[in-house]
Structure formats: structure tokens, C-alpha cells
């Protein structure tokens, strides 16, 4: 079946760093859908690509939709404690009959103030 | 973002019986909506996705008549987990999505719904 590969699977990092964490597959997405979860909570939507090559920022996060179309990264600047919990790349399958979004395995970050 | 509320947020029943959770898309008309269960640590797996007034999909493996699945409205999403036993215990999670820019798509989750069957 279809997957998504995330890497890399935790960070331990420092506050004040910088983060990247990417999302790879063997198929082709319509969607790149990035999410963060706290523990106990649904995961929360922070960024939504659409085109290939699309770069889009949303505070101190910036994600880019790869041109194959079967790649994303993510990047947090100047990571605080809050930054804190697992992230999910997800994606929307290329010409599905219907609208099914697959998650990655999630990349667990933790930020040591 | 839009909002979809799940409840309830927890759930304890005993072995045997039945737990319905709901899943509302509280300021939008959702095209589709999803079910996701969550163990610890894990990712979340995709158990059945359904369209308002059609029989929901279900994922390989997932028991259609263990997990039933009604989407009565475009706002709103049932899944009863029937005849519940321990290893049913898990973080269920609803989502509903919209579409945006043509065939794009964009999916928002409910709180979850932590579930421990005793």
C-alpha cells in the first residue's frame, strides 16, 4: 500500500535552533498537509500545500511541496519549548476517487530550553 | 482553521458494550469525514473514510460490523464501536475535510476520543 516515510523519527535540539524534518514517498500527492499533535489532543493543521514547487511559511514555520510531488519538508526557526510534540506530514493521493489522506510516522521533537 | 468537535473526549465502559463518539464539522459542510484510531506512540491509521448518505470505506483489516460508521448529515459522523473488548481500547480520532482550490483538500481533526474498555 501506500506510504509515507518521515525523517528524521525525534529530535532532541536546543531552543534557539533551527529544526527541518522531511517526508518522502514512492507515490505521487495532490495535497501535503503538515500537522502538529500534543500528547492527548488531535493533531492541529499548521501548513497545506497544493502545487509542486509551493513554498509557504506560516510564523516561524516554512514547509515546501517538492516538484516530484512526492516530497515535502518542514522547518521551524528559532525553536522555543512550546515547538515541543510530534509532527505528521500527510498527504492526499494523486487522482483518488476519493478524498483519503495517509499520515506519516511523525517526528517527535523535543526542545531542551 | 475550521472547527470539528469530537465527543466525548473519554470514555470507560465495560467489556461487552457498545460506545458510540460523535463527530461534528461545527462551521463548515464537510465533503468527506474520517476515522483514524492511534495507539501509543504511533502514528494514525486510517480505519474507514465516508461521504454524507453513501456506506463508509473501510480499511483493510478494520471490522465494518465491529466499527459502524454513520454520516447522517454533512456536519456530522457517528463511529459505535460495538460490543467492546480491551484491545479495542485505543485514541480515536474524526476528521472532516473540505475541498478548497478545485481537487484540493484540506483536513481538520477532532480533540480525539480516549477510549478504555475495562
Known amino acids: 500500500g501506500q506510504q509515507l516515510n518521515q525523517s528524521p523519527q525525534s529530535m532532541f535540539i536546543q531552543e534557539g535552533e533551527d529544526v527541518s524534518m522531511n517526508c518522502t514517498s514512492s507515490?505521487?500527492?495532490?495535497?501535503w498537509l503538515w500537522y502538529k499533535q500534543d500528547p492527548g489532543e488531535g493533531p492541529v493543521l499548521l501548513i497545506a500545500?497544493?502545487?509542486?514547487?509551493e513554498l509557504t511559511s506560516n510564523g516561524r514555520l516554512t514547509a515546501q511541496f517538492g516538484i516530484t510531488r512526492k516530497d515535502s519538508f518542514l522547518n521551524i526557526s528559532a525553536s522555543i519549548p512550546s515547538d515541543v510534540g510530534i509532527y505528521f506530514c500527510?498527504?492526499?493521493?494523486?487522482?483518488?476517487?476519493?478524498?483519503?489522506?495517509?499520515f506519516g510516522p511523525g517526528t517527535s521533537l523535543s526542545v531542551i530550553p | 482553521g475550521a472547527v470539528v468537535s469530537q465527543h466525548p473526549s473519554r470514555v470507560i465502559c465495560k467489556s461487552g458494550t457498545s460506545v458510540k463518539i460523535e463527530c461534528r464539522s461545527l462551521?463548515?459542510?464537510?465533503?468527506?469525514m474520517f476515522w483514524y484510531r492511534q495507539f501509543p506512540k504511533q502514528s494514525l491509521m486510517l480505519m474507514a473514510t465516508?461521504?454524507?448518505?453513501?456506506?463508509?470505506?473501510?480499511e483493510q483489516g478494520v471490522e465494518k460490523d465491529k466499527f459502524l460508521i454513520n454520516h447522517a448529515s454533512l456536519t456530522l459522523s457517528t463511529l459505535t464501536v460495538t460490543s467492546a473488548h480491551p484491545e479495542d481500547s485505543s485514541f480515536y480520532i474524526c476528521?472532516?475535510?473540505?475541498?478548497?482550490?478545485?481537487?484540493?483538500?484540506?483536513?481538520?481533526f477532532g480533540q480525539g476520543t480516549r477510549l478504555t474498555v475495562v
Open positions: 476528521s472532516a475535510s473540505r475541498r478548497i482550490q478545485g481537487e484540493n483538500t484540506e483536513a481538520f
Open positions: 507515490s505521487i500527492f495532490n495535497t
Open positions: 500545500l497544493y502545487k509542486a514547487g
Open positions: 500527510a498527504g492526499q493521493l494523486w487522482r483518488t476517487s476519493y478524498d483519503k489522506v495517509i
Open positions: 462551521d463548515f459542510q464537510a465533503t468527506t
Open positions: 465516508s461521504n454524507e448518505g453513501s456506506k463508509a470505506t473501510y
